[in-house]
């Protein structure tokens, strides 16, 4: 537990392990480190993740990756499995990374789609914010948030669909926990990116869109596998985890987001602000939901976390009971 609390939060070992490739069929054995199995926060949120859906006998795995590894070369394919960005993001986002861009020309940009405003006066009276009287138009939206609240709060709403919103039954079912997890990661890298002299936006963003790539690979393994079939080895979860993310850095690069978004997504965890923090957010935001179970291993991980982790972790927790009040 300490190798991986040193490599989350203190200096991190040469020779982490890479992820896993999954350009080819078949699995590979697992690591023989005996510390792994306990620490790769990764497998272990998936199998948390996917288990309860693995039904019947599982298949083989080849198919599955291939077509990911297809998908991580042709972004524009994968963006295809997941809802569509609403016309007016694009230029929203251009102006959530201008700092200069006054509230109200924000508040202006949203007021052209009315599904968007909808969302944001839902949002915004929702118990992540807590107003203490209901809001009713984007004015009062921005004065409760002022810019940076209202930056991040059009973030969420305009990703949400992207993950939280899924038509076939298995990527309904996990879509929900699988948001709750990205909004957590991004809560986390919003928080650790000034301790990393990194943009508290684009590590938020980050956070959002990490996961886009599981609901790709999620959605590719209900259009080939029949239902209740999905392989459950490490090998494979492995593989999918590392091709997920490949594919989420891919589709982040054709929506023209800012590159180090991107970047910090294929590349989790090397040196630089971005993937660094990234890496960091992540654990701790599958930490929570892992811990959240009450699974005794990652209980006990969290009572073991330094100070400052804990304080983000501490955020997360708090985070969670307003969303479950």
Not at 117 to 135: D, G, K, L, T
Not at 227 to 249: E, K, M, Y
Not at 318 to 323: A, H
Request: glycine share 8%; charged share 20%.
């Amino acid at each position: 537990m300490k190798r991986w609390l040193a490599r989350l939060f203190g200096t991190r070992e040469a020779g982490h392990p890479a992820a896993a490739p999954f350009g080819g069929a078949g699995d590979r054995p697992a690591a023989e480190d005996a510390s792994l199995p306990d620490l790769d926060l990764d497998l272990a949120f998936f199998h948390w993740l996917a288990g309860p859906h693995v039904t019947g006998k599982p298949a083989p795995d080849g198919p599955v990756l291939d077509e990911l590894a297809r998908l991580a070369r042709d972004p524009h394919d994968a963006a295809a499995l997941v809802p569509r960005v609403p016309a007016v993001i694009p230029q929203l986002l251009r102006s959530l990374r201008e700092d200069d861009t006054g509230a109200g020309a924000l508040a202006r940009q949203v007021a052209q789609d009315p599904v968007l405003v909808a969302e944001v006066i839902r949002e915004v009276n929702s118990p992540y914010y807590q107003p203490a009287s209901p809001i009713r138009n984007l004015e009062g939206a921005v004065l409760l948030l002022g810019q940076n609240g209202l930056r991040m709060l059009l973030a969420r709403v305009a990703f949400r669909p992207i993950i939280s919103q899924q038509a076939g039954p298995l990527a309904r079912l996990i879509a929900p926990p699988l948001w709750r997890q990205s909004e957590l990661c991004a809560q986390a890298a919003g928080l650790l990116a000034p301790r990393n002299k990194a943009d508290p936006f684009e590590a938020y963003l980050a956070g959002l869109l990490h996961n886009v790539g599981l609901v790709v690979a999620f959605r590719v393994v209900e259009q080939l596998l029949p239902p209740g079939a999905l392989p459950d080895g490490d090998a494979f979860g492995s593989r999918l985890v590392a091709a997920a993310r490949l594919i989420s850095a891919r589709i982040a690069d054709a929506w023209e987001l800012p590159p180090p978004i991107g970047h910090a997504i294929a590349h989790l965890g090397d040196a630089g602000a971005l993937p660094t923090l990234l890496q960091d957010a992540d654990r701790l935001a599958k930490l929570q939901m892992l811990a959240r179970g009450g699974q005794p291993l990652f209980v006990r991980a969290v009572l073991a976390l330094p100070p400052e982790a804990r304080r983000v972790y501490d955020s997360l927790s708090e985070q969670s009971d307003r969303q479950d009040a």
